[in-house]
């Protein structure tokens, strides 16, 4: 196959495994600056030594979407008064930015918390909650996804951890910025469908919160809302 032609496979593939979001984007009216950032394929002995190094087991469909791709990141803009307004992301950190949500302490000055201080599951008590939340200490290994533009972090989570052992079930939460979990899904495929369902739209993620996202979030995806089709029932592997 000639260079031409294997641009095109390439293209083809990546418009699967992205579910075709950009073609959709670029057909949603006040939508402009589709960019997509196309990556190579991590290498095997990456996530092997990422296994190891955290003492966790990726989850397979995880493991097959880094192998084609490493990381996910497109971006759009909004059309204001004729110039492009930067407003959806969606972002999954490559193996390399798969790292332990931080344990510094949360202000950079002497004799303040870690997260893990302030884990109190008292602060819980009164919230509805049928599964058990991560927690900030040794109890949980949590690795960041995906920043959202500092709205929050969407996590990977291995629950009920024990020094020594071996991670190997994991789910999707949401941490606000508040520091509260909220559940998102039991597997990536079904949070990289969620994200490319939602366009990375602002905040998306405060939609599976109590409290939803802010006022001017709301503002931004009211407009979309009934544009955003289901996303194709296609594999991401």
């Given at each position: 196959m000639d260079d031409a032609g294997?641009?095109?496979?390439?293209?083809?593939?990546?418009?699967r495994l992205t579910l075709g979001i950009a073609r959709v984007l670029?057909?949603?009216?006040?939508?402009?600056?589709?960019?997509?950032?196309?990556?190579?394929?991590?290498?095997?002995?990456?996530?092997?030594?990422?296994?190891?190094?955290?003492?966790?087991?990726?989850?397979e469909d995880l493991k097959d979407f880094y192998l084609t791709m490493d990381g996910f990141h497109l971006s759009w803009?909004?059309?204001?008064?004729?110039?492009?307004?930067?407003?959806?992301?969606?972002?999954?950190n490559s193996v390399s930015k798969l790292l332990p949500l931080c344990q510094s302490p949360v202000y950079s000055l002497?004799?303040?918390?870690?997260?893990?201080?302030?884990d109190c599951e008292e602060?819980?008590?009164?919230l509805d909650c049928q599964l058990q939340e991560p927690h900030f200490d040794s109890r949980s290994r949590i690795f960041e996804l995906d920043p959202c533009s500092g709205n929050g972090k969407v996590c990977l989570v291995y629950r009920n951890t024990e020094p020594g052992a071996v991670a190997?079930?994991?789910?999707?939460?949401?941490?606000?910025?508040?520091?509260y979990?909220?559940?998102?899904?039991?597997?990536?495929?079904?949070?990289?469908?969620?994200?490319?369902?939602h366009l990375g739209l602002p905040e998306w993620q405060y939609r599976f919160t109590p409290y939803g996202p802010s006022p001017q979030a709301r503002v931004w995806s009211l407009g979309l809302d009934h544009e955003i089709p289901s996303p194709p029932c296609q594999n991401t592997s």
């Open positions: 294997s641009r095109g496979a390439a293209g083809r593939f990546v418009e670029d057909s949603l009216p006040g939508v402009m600056d589709v960019q997509l950032v196309e990556r190579e394929p991590a290498e095997r002995h990456m996530l092997l030594s990422w296994e190891q190094k955290h003492d966790c087991v990726l989850p803009s909004s059309k204001l008064d004729g110039e492009p307004l930067p407003l959806g992301c969606m972002v999954v002497p004799s303040t918390p870690t997260l893990a201080d302030l602060d819980r008590e009164g190997e079930q994991c789910e999707v939460w949401f941490l606000d910025l508040a520091l979990w909220h559940y998102l899904t039991s597997s990536f495929t079904a949070y990289y469908r969620l994200m490319i369902t």
